[in-house]
């Protein structure tokens, strides 16, 4: 499986971003999958995560009521809308997947991902 992540780019807080991760290789619609984010000198940390059927799963709480994780199986595309970003949501935003044997699963560490993007930029300016 092989992802692309796009979108990433300089914001003001309170603005709105929406990063777009692309997948190719495999049916799309088996694979669970999630964002992740890391800051400079920090450790890469959970976003959100969606199922494969396209059920939220869960959210950090320091982006719950902000962000929303979608996806579109006929697009084989992942999305990240991020609304009201905040100059510490500022990070390089990974996607992920996974292969999922039931359509419930979601997955929140990093270590049980399988495929990662490259990273897409973002930045939030005060």
């Known amino acids: 499986v092989q992802l692309q992540a796009s979108g990433g780019g300089l914001v003001q807080a309170g603005g709105s971003l929406r990063l777009s991760c692309i997948a190719s290789g495999r049916t799309f619609s088996n694979y669970a999958m999630g964002w992740f984010r890391q800051a400079p000198g920090k450790e890469r940390e959970f976003v959100a995560a969606i199922t494969s059927s396209g059920s939220v799963g869960s959210y950090a709480d320091s982006v719950k009521g902000r962000f929303t994780i979608s996806r579109d199986n006929a697009k084989s595309t992942e999305y990240l809308q991020m609304n009201s970003p905040k100059p510490e949501d500022t990070a390089v935003y990974y996607c992920?997947?996974?292969?999922?044997?039931?359509?419930?699963?979601?997955?929140?560490?990093?270590?049980?991902?399988?495929?990662w993007g490259q990273g897409t930029q973002v930045t939030v300016s005060s």
């Open positions: 992920a997947v996974r292969w999922s044997r039931f359509y419930s699963e979601y997955f929140t560490h990093a270590g049980e991902y399988d495929y």
